[in-house]
């Protein structure tokens, strides 16, 4: 993140972009598509951890890289 930062700067791009951390983008996106509610969250979560996991299965030789989900 800071490298990304400092390249905005050097590109006069700072006051234009925000640039946010992998685990804080995702986290904002949950957020949204719950609607910021707990139980639209709780449902945004799964729907991602299942996608996910699905993913997994598809492209992956090691299945304990899935998220198990406990609702």
């Not at 946010?20 to 986290?27: D, H, K, L």
Request: zero cysteines; hydrophobic letters at 45%; proline letters at 1%.
């Amino acid at each position: 993140m800071t490298v990304a930062e400092g390249l905005a700067v050097n590109a006069n791009l700072a006051d234009r972009i925000d640039v946010f951390e992998v685990e804080q983008f995702i986290a904002l996106n949950l957020y949204e598509l719950g609607k910021f509610g707990a139980e639209g969250r709780r449902v945004a979560v799964s729907e991602f951890v299942t996608r996910y996991n699905e993913i997994i299965d598809d492209v992956e030789t090691d299945p304990s890289l899935k998220i198990e989900f406990k609702q």
